[in-house]
């Protein structure tokens, strides 16, 4: 049986049982209370005034796990006079969803709005998912789905468009440590134990929790626990966290001076053709709890920057990289890291690229707006063809050569050369044909190049 609860506009939220995990226990009850998302909640912000308001309309809530998702909806729950309906798509099945429909169309009947909150909405099917939709058209229920995967793929697109999206983003280390300071002042916290634990410990606790609260209390929950209580009071150390999360380098800090430290030692040792070196460096990060996404966001720059056109295929490994990382995740994804790291830490180094768009986007914010020549400009219309939008141009697949002397630059900037092939790997090749393609075009030879 699915349980309703009607929360009246005096009731006030009850208290947690004590028996409760710890993350249960210190869930935020008010705006005052809740952790980060201040893009959405802060004050005059638009998902706070309508839940102030009681304004709720069908909703989506998107973002990782332990961010919130479920204590918004807590929040409105306590807020609306609407009758409050919490359902899981993990535990609950079709013919719940049946008996809350028809209850629903009862209250709606007697003018009474119902709220149906769906936790992890991306666990049903398109077809469970197409069961809410004329609940949803007509008024009887208001849908507020969480999840933790992208809505756009996950989220019929028909019940999509009649929700508002709203994105959740990953705790800052600052608010978990924040958090985790309330906790320990908190009556809902530890009730009966005076806790003390060392700023140190707190942020290396916030900084492995990588943006989950939940994480986060949950390993300063099992690290009082594995502490002996001396006369109700209980000091965590640094040994008891790390025996509870089984990591010795918890301490490193995702957000501080190591982490750029770190990062800088992967990028330089790569750029220095160090396999062995780039990979310890991978190695420190991914047993600290780095985001592999992040990782692999930066190999991805690193391809292109000090790889580029000497190594094509550097960005392929790249990009399928960071494909592996957020489709699988660690430990997985940790392989295709590795060797990603290993290849370019081997590849040849060109920044010929990174210099060339540099330079590029250099003139286009330090120069005026350049037309672009009517010849290479599209006549979709007659009136453009009237114009002389296209008149001129060389078709260069057209022609036996495969390449015309056609301008394509604007006129100010037509000797403007920008990318500039080096003289390692495939760039060796490119830099041959370039200069033939240039100098056929100065009239400096008679054959085009192959």
Not at 2 to 23: G, R
Not at 117 to 135: C, M, T
Request: a neutral charge; charged letters at 25%.
């Amino acid at each position: 049986m699915v349980q309703t609860v009607l929360f009246e506009e005096e009731k006030k939220p009850a208290e947690p049982d004590a028996s409760m995990p710890l993350a249960g226990r210190m869930r935020p009850r008010t705006f005052d209370e809740f952790c980060g998302q201040r893009h959405l909640i802060g004050e005059g912000r638009i998902l706070r005034n309508m839940i102030e308001q009681d304004r709720i309309t069908s909703m989506i809530f998107w973002g990782p796990p332990g961010v919130g998702k479920t204590t918004l909806a807590t929040i409105i729950a306590n807020y609306t006079k609407a009758e409050f309906v919490p359902y899981s798509a993990v535990t609950g099945g079709s013919k719940e969803v049946k008996e809350i429909m028809a209850a629903a169309e009862k209250r709606r009947s007697m003018g009474r709005r119902t709220i149906l909150f769906v936790d992890e909405i991306h666990r049903f099917n398109k077809a469970q998912q197409d069961a809410f939709l004329p609940f949803v058209e007509k008024g009887s229920i208001i849908l507020i789905g969480a999840t933790t995967e992208n809505p756009s793929f996950e989220v019929n697109s028909a019940l999509l468009s009649r929700c508002k999206v709203f994105v959740l983003e990953g705790l800052s280390t600052e608010d978990i440590e924040s958090l985790l300071k309330r906790t320990l002042t908190d009556p809902r916290g530890f009730p009966g134990l005076q806790v003390t634990v060392d700023p140190k410990i707190i942020s290396a606790i916030a900084a492995y929790a990588n943006g989950d609260a939940r994480t986060a209390l949950n390993t300063l929950e099992a690290a009082v626990a594995n502490c002996p209580v001396k006369e109700g009071k209980v000091t965590v150390t640094e040994k008891s966290v790390e025996d509870c999360i089984s990591r010795r380098s918890l301490l490193y800090d995702r957000n501080g001076e190591e982490h750029y430290n770190i990062i800088s030692a992967l990028h330089k040792s790569m750029r220095n053709s160090d396999p062995d070196a780039a990979i310890y460096w991978l190695a420190r990060m991914l047993d600290g709890g780095e985001d592999p996404i992040y990782i692999a966001r930066r190999l991805i720059e690193f391809a292109g920057d000090d790889v580029g056109l000497a190594d094509p295929n550097a960005q392929v490994m790249a990009t399928s990289c960071f494909y592996a990382c957020k489709n699988m995740g660690m430990p997985e994804c940790r392989y295709a890291l590795a060797e990603t790291v290993a290849y370019l830490a081997l590849a040849p180094r060109s920044n010929s690229i990174a210099v060339a768009i540099d330079a590029a986007l250099s003139d286009v914010r330090n120069s005026p707006a350049e037309p672009v020549p009517m010849h290479i400009r599209n006549a979709p219309t007659k009136l453009m063809k009237n114009l002389g939008y296209g008149k001129g141009y060389e078709y260069a697949e057209g022609t036996e050569e495969k390449i015309t002397r056609m301008q394509c630059l604007p006129d100010a900037l037509r000797d403007r050369r920008y990318y500039e092939p080096g003289d390692r790997g495939n760039e060796v090749y490119y830099r041959k044909r370039l200069d033939a393609i240039r100098d056929w075009r100065a009239g400096k030879r008679e054959d085009p190049p192959k």
